[in-house]
C-alpha cells in the first residue's frame, strides 16, 4: 500500500500541539508538510535535518498524542529530513529510511547528546548589559576566535540563558566548520553514561569517544557536586581534552568556587580560563525576549501585554515563557480564534489594572526629571559625591523609579544610579519613605514631580 498525503491530519496535528503544549509550539510548525501515513505511522518532513533531528527528540509523545485526537485511533508518528525518501515497506515488512550521521560525535552506541534546538543561536538571544560579556565570549568561542579562553564557564541562576548560549555556540560552529566533531551534554548525561560504561566495562569505547572531540560543552557542571568517581572521570577528560588544544564550555548555577563538594583541582581548571556570569536581563530586554518568544510561537502579543508579562518577572526568563503559555491556554480556551488583549493578560495572570507600568516610563527618564527638578545633572546622580545638593536628589530618583517601575529590580535601578547595589537602593528608598512622612515640602515634591512623570508617560 503507497503512503497516502494527507494535509488534513497534520493540520488538525499542528492544531492541537499548539492548543495543549503552546509553550512547545513554534511559529515553523506551520511549514511542517504530511509525508504520508503508512503502516499505522503519520510520516512528517521538516525544513531541515536540524529540525527534524530536534522534533525527533523533544517533540514525539506529544505530536502522537495530537496526532491519535486527530484520526480517533492509535497512530506513531516519525520526522523526515528534506533529503529523506518517502518510507517504502522491506522485505519483512518495516520501513527504512536511510539518515546521515549525527555532527554531534556519538559516544557509545548511538546518537547521545542535546538535540540542538534550531530557535536558540545567536541572532535569537537578546543580549542585554547584564549578559553582554557572557554573550561576546560565547561568540568568539563559537567563531573559533577565542581558543585563549578554554575553558570558557558560564554561571548564573536558573532560567537566564546559559543553555542558550550552549546551543548557539553549536549552531555557529556547524555552520562554519561542519565536520566539527562537537559534544553537548547535560553533566547528568556524562554521569549516567560513566555509570552505564562503568558497568557495561567499556570505559575505553566512552573515553575514546569523549577524548576526541573537538568542542566539549557541558550543561549544568554542580551537578557533579558530591559525585567522586564522576569528578575524577570528568577531570581526566579535561585534561586530556584541555592539553592537546582542544575547546570546553561548561555552565553552573555558581561560581567554581561556590559550588558545593567540587574538588579544588576542578575548581582550579574552571578558574583557569575566562569565568563569566549572566545576571537577570533588564526590563527593556524583557519585553524583547517576550516579544521575540512570541514571534517564535505564532502568537500576536500586544506590546502592552508583553510589558505586563515583563513587568512581572525580573529573575528567570523561564517565568516569563510560563506566562506567555498561561496567556496562550487562556486564549485557546476561550475559542480558536480569540485575540490575546492586554485584558485577557491581565485576567489571566491576576494582574489589577493600576499595577501595568507605563510603557513609556523608564529609568532614564525619571533621573533627567528628577535632575531637572532640583537643577542638577544625570552624572552627578550617578556621581560618587556625597554632599547633601546630590544626595537629596538622588535618593528622591532611587525613591521613585522603585515606586513607578515596579518591574525593576533593585540592582536594575542600583546600575542606572552609578552602579549601586541593592541594599543600597534599599536604603535610598527608606530613606525617603520616612522623610515624607515628617517633611511636608518634601512630600510635595515627590508628589509634584510623580505627577510630571506620569504626565509625560
Not at 514525539?60 to 529530513?81: D, K, N
Not at 542558550?164 to 549552531?171: G, R, S, T, V
Not at 566533531?181 to 573515553?207: P, T
Not at 527638578?373 to 544625570?378: D, G, H, P, R
Amino acid at each position: 500500500m503507497a503512503p497516502t498525503p494527507d494535509r488534513r491530519i497534520l493540520k488538525d496535528v499542528v492544531a492541537h500541539v499548539r492548543d495543549e503544549n503552546p509553550g512547545l509550539c513554534r511559529k515553523w510548525f506551520s511549514e511542517l508538510e504530511c509525508a504520508g501515513v503508512f503502516a499505522g505511522t503519520l510520516y512528517i518532513r521538516a525544513a531541515s535535518d536540524l529540525h527534524r533531528r530536534y522534533l525527533q527528540a523533544e517533540c514525539v509523545e506529544v505530536f502522537q498524542s495530537a496526532a491519535m485526537q486527530a484520526v480517533g485511533h492509535l497512530v506513531s508518528v516519525e520526522f523526515l529530513a528534506p533529503e529523506d525518501p518517502v518510507p517504502a515497506a522491506s522485505h519483512n515488512g518495516s520501513v527504512n529510511i536511510a539518515r546521515e550521521p549525527a555532527p554531534i560525535v556519538p559516544p557509545l552506541d548511538g546518537h547521545v547528546g542535546v538535540a540542538l534546538n534550531p530557535d536558540l543561536t545567536f541572532d535569537t538571544f537578546v543580549d542585554s548589559p547584564s549578559s553582554e560579556l557572557a554573550y561576546a565570549a560565547a561568540q568568539a568561542v563559537g567563531a573559533r576566535t577565542a581558543r585563549r579562553y578554554s575553558p570558557l564557564f558560564i554561571h548564573g541562576a536558573t532560567g537566564l540563558g546559559k543553555t542558550h548560549l550552549l546551543h548557539a555556540i553549536c549552531h555557529e560552529r556547524l555552520r562554519q566548520d561542519p565536520a566539527s566533531r562537537i559534544l553537548f551534554l547535560h553533566c547528568r548525561e556524562f554521569i549516567d553514561r560513566f555509570m552505564d560504561a562503568l558497568r557495561q566495562q567499556a570505559l575505553d569505547r566512552l573515553r575514546a569517544a569523549y577524548r576526541s572531540v573537538d568542542l566539549l560543552l557541558i550543561d549544568d557542571v554542580h551537578s557533579l557536586s558530591q559525585m567522586g568517581q564522576s569528578q575524577e572521570e570528568f577531570f581526566n577528560t579535561f585534561n586530556t581534552l584541555h592539553e592537546a588544544g582542544r575547546e570546553i564550555v561548561v555552565t553552573a548555577d555558581s561560581a567554581p568556587d561556590q559550588i558545593p563538594d567540587l574538588e579544588a583541582r576542578l575548581v582550579s581548571r574552571f578558574t583557569g580560563g575566562l569565568k563569566v556570569e549572566v545576571l537577570p536581563p533588564l526590563y527593556e530586554a524583557r519585553v524583547r525576549i517576550v516579544r521575540d518568544e512570541a514571534a517564535r510561537r505564532g502568537v500576536d502579543l500586544p506590546d502592552e501585554a508583553a510589558a505586563l508579562i515583563a513587568a512581572r518577572n525580573t529573575q528567570n526568563v523561564r517565568q516569563l515563557f510560563g506566562d506567555l503559555s498561561a496567556i496562550m491556554n487562556r486564549a485557546s480556551k476561550d475559542g480558536p480564534n480569540t485575540p490575546i488583549t492586554l485584558e485577557l493578560a491581565r485576567e489571566t495572570l491576576g494582574v489589577a489594572q493600576n499595577d501595568v507600568p507605563g510603557l513609556r516610563t523608564t529609568i532614564p527618564d525619571i533621573l533627567q526629571a528628577v535632575a531637572d527638578f532640583y537643577n542638577v545633572s544625570v552624572a552627578e546622580i550617578q556621581s560618587p559625591r556625597r554632599t547633601r545638593s546630590i544626595t537629596r536628589p538622588r535618593h528622591v530618583g532611587v525613591y521613585l523609579c522603585r515606586r513607578l517601575l515596579p518591574q525593576h529590580s533593585l540592582q536594575e535601578i542600583g546600575g542606572y544610579v552609578g552602579g549601586r547595589d541593592h541594599s543600597t537602593v534599599l536604603y535610598a528608598c527608606r530613606i525617603i519613605e520616612d522623610g515624607r512622612t515628617r517633611d511636608s515640602e518634601l512630600d510635595a515634591d515627590l508628589t509634584a514631580l510623580e505627577r510630571s512623570i506620569r504626565r509625560r508617560s
